[in-house]
Structures are given as structure tokens and as C-alpha cells.
């Protein structure tokens, strides 16, 4: 377990530093600080889970589409994409490497996103499906907390618990911030866990940057229910100037702020 | 899926939502990955006896139109064949941004039923008439777009996605238990294609969905008036016929009839075939007013807005007087 741990540990920075280079490297404004938050998320989904491009595997689905930038970094680290040079195509002209993810099944990109509040449905179908054909494999997806104001969040939310679709893992990034600023109080971390035990779902809260608590927190599943994990997390996690500063929801990295950037990683 | 004459005047009473159940029924016979979800309309989809035969293959989700699309595109990412209904406003409007992800962007083979399109919700009034919807379905990249005239058309176009991988699609449902058919028997039906209702001279008229059946007692009227009308089904709304374009250089005077508003819908389409293809034809559109309009029966509505057959009569012996 803690040799495990120590792995996952690593695989975050891993995936932390492959942001910062790609944003670097595109030379234009992008996600970051919803993207640097979801590295420990991302570690877990993808090294406990069967994410594969064949079947049978679990899938998985980034709802907040914008956190692309966290999504590409993993897939490069887990090595769906084994060039590096791929990745750097990342915004540039052309490229099918954006700010929001574009399906691509040959290289695990389950959706095209970008407009908030629609992977959930998508996976709700997905896991459906998934039960229909007795494969006992399962669907995460990833949402944001500001995500969470999208009203088709919750029409999915009930499908889900009408269909007791215990194959179905959700977890909320809350990262306490959204493109205009800090989430206001009734979508903070502590409402968001509400909202979901009062959808019926089988909900645990844990901190997003902990691999131990994550691992836990997608262990104690339910038999009958869909599992949400509210992870808290830090907008900017890893990185001292953007740790919280909103400025880089979509922020450009010069050459100073880059090399800054990896001297604060590599030191937390 | 072919039938018999007496088949059309059964299916006539029945009208295009119950039939549509049931024509759903007989795909999932032959269909086992068929899947019929709903946002709480499975009843007023005709889907009542469909869900007790094959309650596996039915799933409500509840009053709620965008996760409907969403939860429909995941099933058909696993090769499910996807059926899903509400009223036409409600999926082209309310889900229209699932639509273009789901459907457009990402090509999922989704089919959208959009039951009681046009003025056919009569007294349920303009929040449930499909009056614009053809103009924002038309606009998504990669979606179908088709009308069925009457009840054997739409079991054709049905079976036709059902046992085909024509892509995502809008079917619209116009029309009534007890609408004019537009066929009595048997015809052979092409994705796509135009169907060629009446061959003549004079004016060309081209239509779809229910008020075909309007325009075809007019015709009929017409013949005896000596003029002569060559009518034309144009079933597929996207893709568009390119066939077409021959005829809109043969006729002088060309005549749209749709139970859609003015803007986006067939006489558009027409318009920009016209200019783009250099035709010096005129072009009439017989439609809804740019307008909420009241609300009443579905044979009230029809005169109210000029779409019955007598109104059609007089609007095209106008037209062919006009010099």
C-alpha cells in the first residue's frame, strides 16, 4: 500500500510537471489551475481503475472539460499517447489537442467536451449500457464544483440513482473556484456533499490532494448506489503563485513564470 | 417495411404517435439492441404496450429533455439503436445544445422522435407547436432531418433508420389521428430521395409532412380546373434532394406548403437552391406567420393559417394567374 501510495504520489508530479511543459510550450493562455488540481484525482482514476482503449475496460469521462490540460498530461504519463511531441501540439493551429477534450478512442478521449453539465449523462447512459450487457466494469466521471450549477447535472444525478447504477463513480473536483472567481457559499464543499446525499447517492468527502484518502474514498462503493467522491481540492495545487489566485483558471506561462513554476513543484 | 392499402386506413385512425409505438414494437421483434427512451411521454409516444412487452428495451428518465440526449448517446457509444421521444420543442429547443454535442460533434447515432411537431398539440397551444424546428435542426452539422407525410411514411422512415446506419436523425411527427393520407398504397421509399406524388406542367409544388395530404385534395381539385401540378414529397429535409434542382429550373412558378414558420424551413431551403444555382424562378411559400398565433383544433388551425386544402386551392389558382 505504501509503496503504492509513493508511486501515485510520484505519478501526480509526474502529471503536475507535464502540465506546466505543455502549457509552456503551446505559448498561449491556458487551463491551469482547474487542470494542476485534479493531478491526484487523475493518478487514482487511472492507476486503480482498468482504463484501457479495448474492451473490456472502465471508462472514464471528463466532465469539466476544461481541465483538458489534466486529461492530456495523464494520458502522456500513462502512456496512451507516447510521443512527446503529440502532446505539444497542444493549441496549436489545427491541432486536435485544445482546450477541451475532442473524442479520440484510439488514444482513451471518451467524449468531445467543453459545454459544462453534459458528461454525467453521458456516462449515466454508459453504465445503463454497461448493465444491460452484464459487464461488471465501471464508468468514472470528473465534474468541477462550479460545473455543478449546470441544471442537467442533477437531471442525470436522479437517472443515476433510479437506475441503482453502482457501477457509476463521480468525483467533484472542488476546487472552490470558477471562471469568474471563489464558488459562493452554497456550492462550497460542505453544501456540495449535501446535495448529492440528497440525491440519493452514496457519497464520500475526502481531500483531493491526499492519494491515501482517495483511494479509500472510491473503496467504500455502495451495492446498490452511485458513488460520489467530493474531493477538496486547491485550485493551483502544487504551484505557490497560482495556488488559489484565479488568475490562472486560463493564465499564459512566460519563460520566468514556467521555470518559477517547476522550482514550486519539485518543492512541494 | 411495406403495406397494405388497408393497413394505411387503419393506421389513419390510429395517427402518427400510437403508431409510432407500434411500429417500434415490431422493430424490437426483429431488433434485440433496440432502445426506446423517453422524458415521461412514453404514452403519448404510443409506447404503453411497447414497455409491457419489452420493459428491457424501455427506459423513462424522467421529466428531463438534455439528459435524455446525453443518456441516449451513451447507450448508442455501446451500439445500442437509439429511439428516444418528446415534443418537438422540447427536444429541438430545450436539449438543442446535447443535440449538437451528442449527435453533431461526436456523431452519435442517436434517432430524436419529435412527436406532435407543427400545429398537431392543438389546444396544448405554442409552447408544445413545432413551429421552428426545422430551422435549428437544420443548422446542426451531421443531423438528419426527416418528415414523414402520414403514418405509412413514417414506418418506412422508421424501419429505414432502424435496420440502416444513416446517422443521427430528426424525425418529426405533424398531424392527427385521422389526417389525410398522403399514400393509399404501397411505395417504395429511398433515404434522402424525393418521392414524386403527381406529374404536371404548370406549378411546382414541393411539401412535407401532414398538410401533403392537404395538398394532394388540392391538386386533385386543381386537375379538374385544368391546372396542372407536378407535387413533390421532399421527405428528407437534410440531406436535401439534389434532384431537385432540375425541377426548379423546369418550373416557372414554384410553390412551397410547410406547418412551419416562414424562417428556416423549406421555402429557405428553396430560396438558397434558387440564388445559389443562378434559377430565375418564382418561388411562393405557403407557411406559418413569423408569429405566436392562437390556439384551437387541429382542422381550425389549419384554415386559420390558409393550410387546408380549399385555402391551398385558392392560393395556388392566384399563383398560376399571376403573370
Known amino acids: ?268 | 417495411m411495406n403495406f397494405k392499402s388497408i393497413d394505411a386506413k387503419q393506421w389513419l385512425r390510429m395517427g402518427p404517435r400510437a403508431m409510432f409505438g407500434q411500429f417500434m414494437i415490431n422493430i424490437a421483434k426483429k431488433n434485440k439492441k433496440l432502445m426506446v427512451l423517453s422524458a415521461d411521454l412514453g404514452r403519448s409516444s404510443g409506447l404503453a404496450r411497447f414497455k409491457i412487452e419489452f420493459p428491457k428495451q424501455y427506459i423513462s428518465v424522467g421529466i428531463s429533455e438534455q439528459n435524455l440526449v446525453g443518456v441516449a448517446a451513451g447507450l448508442a457509444d455501446e451500439g445500442f439503436k437509439v429511439f428516444i421521444t418528446s415534443f418537438a420543442p422540447f427536444l429541438s429547443m430545450r436539449a438543442s445544445e446535447q443535440i449538437r454535442m451528442n449527435l453533431g460533434y461526436m456523431k452519435h447515432n442517436v434517432n430524436l422522435v419529435a412527436l406532435g411537431s407543427g400545429l398537431s398539440m392543438g389546444f396544448l397551444g405554442n409552447s408544445h407547436f413545432g413551429l421552428e424546428d426545422i430551422a435549428i435542426m437544420r443548422t446542426i452539422p451531421n443531423l438528419n432531418v426527416t418528415c414523414p407525410a402520414d403514418c405509412s411514411e413514417l414506418g418506412k422512415v422508421l424501419d429505414d433508420y432502424a435496420f440502416n446506419d444513416r446517422g443521427p436523425s430528426y424525425i418529426r411527427l405533424t398531424g392527427i389521428p385521422g389526417s389525410k393520407n398522403l399514400y393509399d398504397k404501397n411505395y417504395s421509399y429511398k433515404f434522402g430521395k424525393n418521392i414524386t406524388i403527381n406529374k404536371g406542367n404548370d406549378i411546382l409544388i414541393l411539401s412535407y409532412g401532414s398538410v401533403l395530404g392537404q395538398a394532394r385534395i388540392s391538386v386533385e381539385a386543381l386537375k379538374k380546373m385544368n391546372i396542372s401540378v407536378q407535387l413533390v414529397n421532399v421527405v428528407s429535409l437534410k440531406p436535401i434532394d439534389d434532384s431537385v434542382i432540375t425541377l426548379l429550373k423546369k418550373y416557372k412558378k414554384i410553390v412551397t406548403i410547410e406547418e412551419h414558420t416562414s424562417v428556416g424551413g423549406l421555402s429557405t431551403i428553396m430560396s438558397e437552391k434558387l440564388i445559389k444555382n443562378q434559377i430565375n424562378s418564382k418561388l411562393f411559400s405557403i407557411s406559418l406567420p413569423d408569429k405566436f398565433g392562437p390556439t384551437g383544433t387541429y382542422d381550425y388551425l389549419l384554415k386559420y393559417h390558409a393550410l387546408d386544402s380549399d385555402s391551398i386551392t385558392k392560393k395556388i389558382i392566384k399563383i398560376f394567374k399571376k403573370k
Open chain 1, 1 to 268: 500500500m505504501l509503496k503504492n501510495i509513493d508511486k501515485l504520489k510520484k505519478l501526480s508530479h509526474k502529471i503536475r510537471k507535464t502540465i506546466l511543459d505543455i502549457s509552456y510550450n503551446s505559448g498561449e493562455p491556458s487551463h491551469i489551475g482547474g487542470a494542476l488540481s485534479m493531478a491526484e484525482i487523475l493518478a487514482v482514476i487511472y492507476s486503480n481503475f482498468n482504463i484501457k482503449i479495448s474492451k473490456p475496460f472502465d471508462r472514464f469521462i471528463l466532465s469539466k472539460g476544461h481541465g483538458f490540460l489534466g486529461l492530456l498530461s495523464v494520458l502522456y504519463c500513462k502512456k496512451f499517447i507516447k510521443n512527446k511531441k503529440e502532446i505539444f501540439q497542444f493549441q496549436k493551429n489545427g491541432s486536435e489537442f485544445i482546450a477541451h477534450p475532442i473524442m479520440n478512442k484510439s488514444i482513451g478521449i471518451e467524449t468531445s467536451n467543453g459545454s459544462l453539465g453534459q458528461g454525467l449523462s453521458f456516462g449515466v447512459g454508459l453504465a445503463i449500457s454497461y448493465k444491460k450487457k452484464n459487464n461488471n466494469n465501471s464508468i468514472i466521471v470528473v465534474l468541477g464544483d462550479g460545473e455543478c450549477y449546470e441544471g442537467s447535472v442533477w437531471e442525470a444525478a436522479i437517472t443515476a440513482t433510479e437506475n441503482n447504477l453502482n457501477n457509476l463513480f463521480i468525483v467533484v473536483d472542488c476546487n472552490g473556484h470558477q471562471n469568474d472567481g471563489a464558488i459562493n457559499k452554497m456550492m462550497n464543499f460542505k453544501e456540495m456533499k449535501k446535495k448529492w446525499l440528497g440525491f440519493g447517492w452514496n457519497v464520500n468527502s475526502c481531500d483531493g490532494h491526499n492519494i491515501y484518502d482517495l483511494i479509500e474514498a472510491f473503496k467504500k462503493s455502495s451495492k446498490t448506489k452511485p458513488t460520489a467522491i467530493i474531493a477538496k481540492t486547491i485550485k493551483g495545487k502544487g504551484v505557490n503563485f497560482m495556488e488559489n489566485n484565479n488568475d490562472w483558471h486560463h493564465g499564459r506561462l512566460t519563460k520566468n513564470l514556467y521555470l518559477e513554476s517547476l522550482k514550486s513543484i519539485n518543492k512541494s
